[in-house]
């Protein structure tokens, strides 16, 4: 069993369900959600390249500031036109 820590600073933990990973992601959409980090993008250029090469196609997101969670809308729109989703960090 693996815990994941949620760091958004909730009183009480929430607890979540573990998705199957696909076998594969060609033919999946790939949201790459960039958290307004310096060069966070740059990494996510890369990465966009990779996926591409592997069939997926790929969805680019960008939060207005790292230092609050998504609003609500972007992560609507993620969650319905997305099948995974891979979030950059930064530091």
Do not use: N, Y
């Not at 998705?19 to 966009?48: N, Y």
């Amino acid at each position: 069993m693996t815990t994941v820590l949620d760091p958004t600073g909730e009183r009480k933990p929430s607890d979540w369900q573990r998705l199957e990973r696909p076998t594969s992601l060609d033919g999946l959409t790939v949201g790459l959600l960039d958290i307004s980090k310096p060069r966070g993008d740059v990494f996510l250029d890369h990465l966009q390249i990779r996926l591409e090469q592997i069939g997926a196609k790929v969805e680019r997101f960008k939060k207005p500031t790292f230092s609050k969670p998504a609003p609500v809308d972007l992560r609507h729109e993620i969650s319905t036109t997305c099948d995974v989703v891979i979030e950059a960090l930064a530091d």
